[in-house]
């Protein structure tokens, strides 16, 4: 009511008192929101000069009408809402847009790794194809026929227990004794007209020859069920290695565990448990601090040395345990790095190092090799590259990838429970080929497998899990 009388005093001090020709509507416009209307005719004027400008009366009126639209802001109540309420609105809006930002990012991620996962799939179910058509066109060997009745038994090739030449395991109690009806049917011998026969014995099993090599090299045969150890505590244990030095020297042993978690930017420590029973209960016995940042799941320790590729960078360090310090640092040539040509699930795993029977090695690819995997074995001392072999398989198609016995091996899936190893390059042969080879992601996000070829064991780190895999070898 004060502000609708400031009005009517502001209109009678324009136009004189006495003079009611100001007049004030309030209604709802066309889309329901209220609006004030205030007309104020020209004292003197029948019609606006026709003047582009409008002259010094246009600035008059728009300076009153500035003033009107102050009081009828304050009428409506925009003086309630202070001064800040713009900026805090403007604030929600970008707190809501950054939200939905990030939901979006997480929807991409979990789409793509739908789409690796379809991709796997298709490609085992074209596997199984394939393996049905190699079972559908292999031969049916026929069965011997039975002996029949009226063909004796010397010209048939069969001999009863108690000729000469019939194998001891074939030979049954009563057969010993002479007694040659315990291998023939009363009919055979009284010339009836039965049907087939059956022939008995005793049979004893002898054992095919074992196809496992417990102390050479070999191709994998099988690899065992998981075997869990211990759970990381936080998040930045999501991803991981864990490592046993296959040639341990001193001041450690054999049975000491390394342990890096590899979720972060500044990924520096490295976690020394005495034995496996102390990683289970978390004790670690040394703790140190790696004097530059370690990149991804792919590290590995040989000969009383840590083996990692440093962030950002293609280089790859020796750090000497005992002396905790950098023995050496080469860049391996061409490497692809921090996202260049990872494993399917990503964690910048472009080079993946690892020890077997033969030494050293790596796991990587280039742009000369347009994203294949290129391993190569690698001087333990100074890093150089001794020999290298590029094969057919891409690296971002499969999930992880180990060495064996101078065999790469590479896993299909890193989320399904159940897939394969699917793939083995051979560097004695220079040869790659398809297999198939059960094995197991148990807690369903396998971000590290590598081989300890003191162990026959694989060691992987299974969404927060760190797990162990017996494997079986067959002959040279």
């Not at 494993?343 to 990587?364: I, M």
């Not at 083995?424 to 148990?442: C, E, I, S, Y």
């Amino acid at each position: 009511m004060w502000l609708l009388l400031n009005v009517c005093v502001f209109c009678l001090l324009q136009y004189g008192e006495g003079q009611d020709r100001a007049t004030l509507w309030r209604g709802n416009d066309r889309s329901g929101h209220c609006q004030y209307t205030f007309t104020v005719p020209s004292p003197s004027e029948t019609s606006c000069p026709p003047t582009a400008s409008g002259g010094p009366e246009m600035e008059g009126l728009k300076t009153r009408l500035s003033l009107l639209e102050v009081l009828v802001a304050r009428l409506t109540g925009g003086e309630t809402r202070g001064p800040g309420h713009g900026a805090g609105s403007q604030a929600g809006l970008q707190e809501a847009l950054t939200q939905a930002m990030g939901e979006r990012s997480l929807l991409q991620g979990e789409k793509e790794h739908l789409e690796r996962d379809v991709e796997g799939l298709q490609r085992r179910v074209e596997e199984m194809r394939r393996e049905t058509e190699r079972l559908k066109s292999r031969p049916c060997y026929p069965q011997p026929p039975l002996v029949p009745p009226s063909v004796p038994l010397q010209d048939s090739g069969l001999r009863l227990a108690g000729d000469a030449g019939v194998p001891s395991h074939l030979v049954s109690s009563a057969g010993r004794q002479g007694d040659t009806g315990s291998l023939r049917d009363p009919a055979w011998r009284n010339g009836g007209n039965a049907g087939f026969q059956e022939l008995k014995a005793e049979v004893t099993e002898i054992p095919a020859p074992s196809t496992e090599d417990s102390t050479g090299c070999g191709e994998l045969i099988s690899i065992g069920e998981p075997v869990s150890h211990r759970k990381a505590d936080s998040i930045a244990g999501k991803y991981g290695v864990w490592m046993q030095d296959p040639e341990a020297v001193a001041p450690y042993g054999g049975k000491m565990v390394w342990r890096i978690d590899t979720v972060g930017s500044e990924v520096r420590q490295l976690f020394g448990y005495e034995d496996m029973d102390q990683l289970s209960k978390g004790y670690p016995s040394k703790v140190l601090l790696l004097p530059e940042p370690v990149e991804s799941t792919g590290a590995t320790l040989y000969r009383g040395s840590l083996y990692y590729q440093r962030r950002r960078s293609r280089t790859l360090l020796r750090y000497d345990l005992a002396s905790e310090s950098i023995a050496a640092r080469r860049d391996l040539p061409h490497a692809g790095f921090h996202g260049q040509f990872p494993y399917s699930w990503g964690g910048y795993t472009d080079v993946d190092l690892g020890v077997d029977e033969q030494g050293l090695w790596a796991v990587y690819s280039t742009n000369k090799a347009k994203g294949a995997i290129v391993v190569s074995q690698l001087d333990p001392h100074n890093l150089a590259v001794k020999r290298s072999w590029e094969t057919s398989i891409r690296k971002n198609s499969v999930a992880n990838a180990f060495v064996i016995c101078g065999r790469l091996y590479t896993v299909a899936s890193y989320t399904a429970p159940n897939t394969t190893i699917n793939f083995m390059f051979d560097t004695a042969t220079g040869q790659g080929k398809q297999v198939a080879l059960p094995f197991r992601n148990k807690y369903r996000y396998n971000s590290m497998v590598d081989y300890n070829p003191a162990q026959r064991k694989l060691h992987a780190w299974d969404n927060f899990h760190i797990v162990s895999y017996d494997v079986r070898l067959g002959h040279q």
